[in-house]
Every structure is written in C-alpha cells, then in structure tokens.
C-alpha cells in the first residue's frame, strides 16, 4: 500500500523508510500542541499534518534528515488543507537553529538501542537512535522549546527508563504519562511523554487500552482518533 487515507488529508509513503503506523498516530491524536510546534524525524508528515488539524491556529514544522522522505512530505502537506501552516525541511536535529522558540515539540524517534539492523539502510537509519541518540533529541529540544513549552514522544516500554533518565539528567521534567496496551491484559507496550522545563503541579500517570475485549477500538482509542481515521 503507498497511501492511507483520513478524513482531512492523504498520506503517500511509497519512497518514505517509516509508513503510517499506530505510533504515530497517538502521537499526533495526543500531544499538547501551541502556536509554533517542531515534529523531529517527521517521516512522512503525518504528525505534523495531525498537529496542524489539531491546533488550528499553529504554524508546524517537520524536520528530519532523508532527503526523499522531506519531498514526499512535503508533497503531503502541499495536498493536504493545512499546505499554508505546514513546512518540512530536511535537516537534523543536531544541526537545526531558530531564532524563535517553539511551544510545542513532537517526536516518534528512533528508539532501537541495541538490535539487530533492518538491511535496509533508510529503514535502520529511522528506527535506531545512531542518527539521533536519546541525548542529542532531548539536548535539541531544551534549545529549541520555549520556557512554557511542552516536548512530547512515543517509546517502547524497554526503553522507557533510559528516556526518562536523559531527559532528567537534562533538565527535564516529566509531566504527563499515558502507558498504552494493546489488549486489557499485557502489560503497556507503547508509552505517550510529555517533558517540561519545570514540574507541574501533580504529574497525569494513566494507563489506556488501544481494544476492548471484542477486539474493536477501545472508547479512549476510538476518542482521540475520530477525526482522524475513516471509518
């Protein structure tokens, strides 16, 4: 498949390493957004597209560092409705510079430490934190976010720990945590972060299901995704 459809905009992913999958979306259905939001490693754009649907007075940029992934997202954006409030740029983190702070950043980031590579250089290049190790994401975001801002991303439950402690060690504070299942009985496999530059008065610590026992989208899954998947 090179497209998938939703109910604002189209997403084509034929020459992007990372297609449209579930992390991104609760991402996108559940990050706090703000007037200038940054999407890091934006892939195929559908985060920033879901920001910009979101919060419709944000101007959203997606950056990321493979080349064809930027022009089909740019692509993207360029059919989508939000064409005059989304930019991609092609450029990492690690070299990105504003003169202006950002009041929400998302990120869905690369997050193999120590597996096994795809052999499909672009697809590894995505998916393991050499391109953008957990540090140089959290070290970025503090630059790149406004006092006030929000940084928000999805991870594995094996490297939640890790992410958590870098982000501590840099000044970070965890404000929001939503663990994800699959189904009511496993334990969460995905978990939705959001770090601050200062503690939040009484942190949100909350665990949802993605199905109900029917295997159909939970209430809450169902809630953050209305306007976005076609029925």
């Avoid at 390493?17 to 999407?39: F, Q, S």
């Avoid at 060690?169 to 334990?187: A, I």
């Avoid at 949100?204 to 989208?217: F, L, V």
Wanted: charged letters at 25%.
């Amino acid at each position: 498949m090179t497209g998938f459809k939703f109910k604002q905009f189209e997403i084509r992913q034929d020459r992007c390493a990372m297609k449209v999958g579930t992390d991104g979306v609760l991402l996108g259905a559940w990050a706090p957004g703000g007037k200038r939001i940054l999407d890091v490693g934006s892939g195929t754009g559908l985060i920033s597209l879901m920001m910009a649907q979101r919060f419709p007075e944000a101007q959203v940029l997606g950056i990321d560092m493979d080349g064809e992934a930027c022009e089909e997202a740019a692509e993207n954006v360029a059919a989508s409705p939000f064409a005059d409030r989304v930019k991609i740029e092609c450029c990492r983190l690690q070299d990105y510079h504003s003169a202006e702070s950002f009041d929400a950043i998302v990120s869905n980031p690369p997050f193999f430490l120590n597996s096994l590579k795809n052999p499909d250089s672009k697809r590894t290049m995505a998916r393991h934190t050499d391109s953008l190790p957990f540090r140089d994401l959290f070290r970025g975001a503090k630059m790149l976010l406004s006092d006030d801002g929000v940084f928000s991303v999805i991870v594995p439950s094996e490297v939640l720990e890790v992410v958590v402690s870098e982000a501590c060690m840099l000044g970070f504070y965890l404000v929001r945590q939503c663990g994800v299942k699959t189904v009511e009985r496993k334990q969460p496999k995905r978990y939705l972060l959001s770090f601050a530059k200062h503690r939040y008065n009484g942190m949100e610590n909350i665990i949802k299901t993605m199905t109900d026992s029917e295997g159909n989208r939970s209430e809450w899954y169902a809630k953050i995704t209305e306007e976005f998947y076609v029925r």
